[in-house]
């Protein structure tokens, strides 16, 4: 049975990620998006859970988490991620084999106008999935139809659609080795035993010098003079060097080896790989013990400076009026309980107690506590604002703020 090459490998690759990258704008958890950053609200939606721009530290974590994992398996396997993974290999190849389709016109002038069409609707496909990972596709394809697009959504599909047809028309994998920064500091995470493409100079006297490695490799590199910063590891020269020995019998000299020649490599621990697993372990357990403790709600109390008077009648005490901020950061509406504490026989006055926050959203009130004014020991009392989840008793935040008790009543005469 013939071996299956590393082109049909790193295809079906591509396809499983176009899939997935096309596919999940449109995946649904609780009526939200699975995974989207929605710019108007700044908030993440990711797989059930919301975000609000106020826990940017999931996002530190997040980020510092994807960074090291790319520090590692650049360590382990070299630039594996450039040639089997990277968006703008993955369209690259898509590019090249829609410029080059055989079906196209024998007139050279119409080939080239229709496949550049071609690869203009596909730009257009492509960044309208971009723009999906920041508005909800089904609102985007509704207002499309209805020629409702808001400005700074069509805005962004224009931009996006040249900037990528004029990428994936004219430099392709030429952004590799030129302008992309993962290709200038990766060669830093390299040891002596990072898996590289590389000619086995070992053997090299039984190189032909058919120079078919050379001309199929996309960056447009010679693999035998060793590693260089343009290569993506796409293993095309290896597929190629293989259909030329299979033919002669003779041994494969550009395959996959550690470090760049094939020399033998030194064993022992690799030092650089256990720190960064050990830095890579701890930031994952942070995140999860974040995300563990993580309450869906969030509220802020503020005592509005001028309500803070005597008051006779139904009361008879003293009132402080607060101002209240409540987010219900979940994707389920709840159903909140609202309590004072720290001061003796206080009363909440308050429009509605409990009260429904819808999912995701969240609210503003004013409240007034009244408290008389034997039960004061001191000018400023602090009092305790317990909010409580009725469906989930277990969700249960606090917040503190000042009770102060004025100088004078509201006649301006001296307490």
């Known amino acids: 049975m013939k071996k299956m090459s590393f082109r049909a490998k790193r295809r079906i690759v591509a396809w499983m990620q176009a899939v997935m990258l096309l596919g999940l704008p449109f995946v649904q958890v609780n009526r939200e998006s699975a ?19 106020s826990e940017a530290y999931f ?14 398996v650049t360590v382990l396997y070299g630039r594996i991620w450039c040639g089997w993974m990277c968006p703008q290999s993955v369209l690259s190849d898509f ?12 007139h050279r002038y119409v080939s080239q106008a229709v496949s550049h069409g071609i690869l203009f609707i596909f730009s257009v496909i492509v960044s309208a999935d971009l723009i999906w990972y920041f508005v909800s596709p089904y609102e985007m394809i509704r207002d499309a139809r209805h020629g409702s697009l808001g ?16 990428d994936l028309a004219f430099v392709r994998h030429y952004f590799c080795g030129t302008v992309c920064p993962y290709a200038r500091f990766q060669s830093a995470f390299f040891d002596d035993r990072t898996l590289t493409i590389a000619f086995d100079r070992k053997h090299a006297d039984e190189c032909r010098g058919c120079e078919a490695c050379v001309r199929v490799c996309p960056s447009g590199i010679d693999i035998r003079k060793g590693l260089q910063i343009e290569c993506i590891n796409c293993a095309e ?7 030329q020995t299979e033919k002669t019998g ?3 000299l550009v395959r996959y080896l550690p470090g760049s020649s094939g020399e033998p490599v030194p064993k022992g621990k690799r030092g650089r790989v256990i720190w960064l697993s050990i830095a890579f372990a701890f ?30 009648g139904n009361h008879d005490g003293i009132m402080n009026t607060y101002s209240l901020t409540i987010e219900n950061r979940s994707l389920k509406p709840a159903v909140y309980q609202l309590s004072i504490a720290g001061i003796k026989d206080a009363d909440l006055e308050i429009l509605q107690n409990p009260f429904i926050l819808p999912p995701n959203t969240g609210m503003k009130m004013n409240v007034n506590v009244y408290v008389k ?43």
């Open 35 to 53: 995974f989207r950053f929605d710019v108007p609200s700044l908030k993440l939606y990711f797989f059930g859970f919301v975000f609000w721009i």
């Open 59 to 72: 996002f530190l974590l997040v980020f510092l988490l994807f960074f090291l994992g790319i520090m590692i």
């Open 95 to 106: 590019a090249r084999r829609l410029i080059a389709m055989p079906w196209m016109s024998r």
């Open 151 to 166: 400005p700074w959504t069509s805005g962004s599909w224009l931009f996006f659609t040249l900037l990528l047809y004029l």
């Open 237 to 243: 020269c290896i597929d190629a060097c293989r259909s």
């Open 250 to 252: 003779t041994r494969l």
């Open 283 to 312: 930031i994952a357990v942070q995140l999860a013990y974040q995300a563990y403790i993580r309450v869906p709600v969030d509220f802020w109390v503020f005592r509005t400076e001028p309500q803070m008077v005597l008051q006779e």
């Open 373 to 415: 004014r034997k039960d004061l020991r001191y000018r400023l009392t602090q009092l305790r604002f317990i909010l409580e989840n009725l469906t989930a008793r277990e969700i249960k935040v606090e917040q503190e703020a000042p009770f102060i008790y004025p100088e004078q009543t509201e006649q301006g005469k001296e307490i």
